[in-house]
């Protein structure tokens, strides 16, 4: 009860009706999705490297889709739907001891229509309450919801905890820009509950548009967390590094399709679109899924110089192309033996656009360039169009090639390395 911040006056007529009519929505569960999900394409009898690309990827997409879809038959309504109920009957029952001085703020959200008033009612909101009592979190927390026709949460000032375990109120921020997935992922209806799906999202269908974020992050962006401004950066580091927070996604027509975790996306910001565009062969081809991970050559290389034994092997640099981070790592070249512990460190630089390279047709038909625009390379430099691999069609299957690795692993696998 907010027994201690109770106010005098009756409950604000204005603020019950715009909760009633905020927690309207009812959740009706996934849409139906298909029994038989789409199989691969037929590879024709000599296959140009982009037709065993979008086979492979079409059956990939085809056995995860398959999984995903047999466990959103099995959702229960029931659960989401309670929790609305509940986040409801809280919302009415404390509207009325809410402080006086957050009724006008609070109606002034509830009544808003347009994402900027929004955003503006929110963030003074969320300034206001620091330091009230946790019921009056909690209370703002049920009563600052926002839901569309089918159940979406379409803004909200809600709990979460941020990346150091603590619990937080953070608003839903207006954060338009693009993103694409590397594989099968599902929306729902509100950010992190697996209880409301509601569809499961094609990769080959990106990109999508961005609406909102609710995130634990000082600042969303392509490269605004602090360590994509570092040069060098542990592999134990990077192993764990994760984004706290969701995005909603909406069509062109910015009807809300639902929330995406942000550990499953490649975003791009509004004033990047022009990269989300020149970035979708790669994305939707299967491309980027891919090469996506780290590279290695196990077997090591000969030495630098002349004076090397050479029946010695030594070790060869690793790469990592992470396309959903849109970062590029590697380690140096050692002169330690192949099979010696490999070097902690890796030299860090940001990816700002990935594309093919624009080749003749008849190279095309045996490899793709994939060329890369990069910022905060070791070097400090930008790089233009540099190459970051190729993948090749060879004798009827697909081979990556990045530098001199060829081997996909994972980093776990390499920091382990006797």
Known sequence: MLTTVVSSGAASASIATLIEKNHSASYAGPEQVPDVPEMAPAVPEKPTVVDLLKAWYADEIRKDSKALASNLRKLDTSAYNS???????KALACADKLPEELKPQVEAYLQASETAQQDSALRKLQKAAEGQPKEVLDCLNAALVKLDAWGV??????????TDGAERLKPTRHNPGRVYI???QVLTAWPGRADSALKVLDPRQGPWKVRLAHTYEQKVGTHNQEWKQLVLLKVRDYDRLTNNGHFLLVDDKDVPLGWLDM????????KWAEYADESKFVYTSGAAAFVHGVWWNPEGRTGDDASSAPDKRYQEPIHIVDFLRLSQAETDATELPANAPYPEILH???LRALYRGKDDPEFLASRIKLLTERRYAPNDAWGLGEQAGTIEAYKGRLQYRIGSATTKTTLDKIYRLP
């Open 182 to 184: 590397l594989r099968p």
């Open 153 to 162: 949460l379409v803004g909200g000032l809600l709990w979460g905890k941020t």
């Open 83 to 89: 929790f609305f109920a509940k986040c409801k009957a």
């Open 348 to 350: 860090v630089s940001q």
């Open 263 to 270: 550990d499953q996306a490649a975003f791009f910001e509004k």
